[in-house]
T-cell receptor, first 113, second 116 residues
Framework: EAQVTQNPRYLITVTGKKLTVTCSQNMNHEYMSWYRQDPGLGLRQIYYSMNVEVTDKGDVPEGYKVSRKEKRNFPLILESPSPNQTSLYFC????????????FGQGTRLTVV | AQSVTQLGSHVSVSEGALVLLRCNYSSSVPPYLFWYVQYPNQGLQLLLKYTSAATLVKGINGFEAEFKKSETSFHLTKPSAHMSDAAEYFCAVSVGYGGSQGNLIFGKGTKLSVKP
């Protein structure tokens, strides 16, 4: 089954404690993205990657890091989480052509206290 | 750069009434346009997409949208609302070439409520 898998689904952590949210897709898609969803703000792109070792900032990259060492994986790293990073995070992948739709993971609800 | 504006953060309709969710886009190159739906506590699911073929696009669950270049709009409609349509709806735009090819930009979303 074609899917995008995020882990964990829920995470509560403390300020400053490094964490990684994993994302994996099994569709051989070139393009992967991370979004955060906040009430009233919709989905805002954090980082995206057009292929292995190619990443670029989205609209809200501050406080986040990503890497794309393999085509299927695109982890999101918070080196020093802060409460304003409390949000719902989604990973998505596409074939990399503008006409194809994105496939989304189920989301990771992160709370930073 | 591309952008999307969804008019109305909340829309409420009665069951059986017409659903109209508005989306306007901005793009310097021909766009691809999408509507996604998010049910409570779930991820995003594609409803329909416009990829420069037919301007009237039919999607799942009885939804459709019409691409109007002159109005830079891609409004989502459904003739008769069901209770199960209550969800949040997102309009999104991407382009097929250039540096931002495949980069999906979302609107802020419209929450649809359906009253019995």
């Amino acid at each position: 089954e074609a899917q995008v898998t995020q882990n964990p689904r829920y995470l509560i952590t403390v300020t400053g404690k490094k964490l990684t949210v994993t994302c994996s897709q099994n569709m051989n898609h070139e393009y992967m993205s991370w979004y955060r969803q906040d009430p009233g703000l919709g989905l805002r792109q954090i980082y995206y990657s057009m292929n292995v070792e190619v990443t670029d900032k989205g609209d809200v990259p501050e406080g986040y890091k990503v890497s794309r060492k393999e085509k299927r994986n695109f982890p999101l790293i918070l080196e020093s989480p802060s409460p304003n990073q409390t949000s719902l995070y989604f990973c998505a992948s596409t074939r990399g052509q503008g006409s194809t739709e994105a496939f989304f993971g189920q989301g990771t609800r992160l709370t930073v206290v | 750069a591309q952008s999307v504006t969804q008019l109305g953060s909340h829309v409420s309709v009665s069951e059986g009434a017409l659903v109209l969710l508005r989306c306007n886009y901005s793009s310097s190159v021909p766009p691809y346009l999408f509507w996604y739906v998010q049910y409570p506590n779930q991820g995003l699911q594609l409803l329909l997409k416009y990829t420069s073929a037919a301007t009237l696009v039919k999607g799942i669950n009885g939804f459709e949208a019409e691409f109007k270049k002159s109005e830079t709009s891609f409004h989502l409609t459904k003739p008769s609302a069901h209770m199960s349509d209550a969800a949040e709806y997102f309009c999104a735009v991407s382009v097929g070439y250039g540096g931002s090819q495949g980069n999906l930009i979302f609107g802020k979303g419209t929450k649809l409520s359906v009253k019995p």
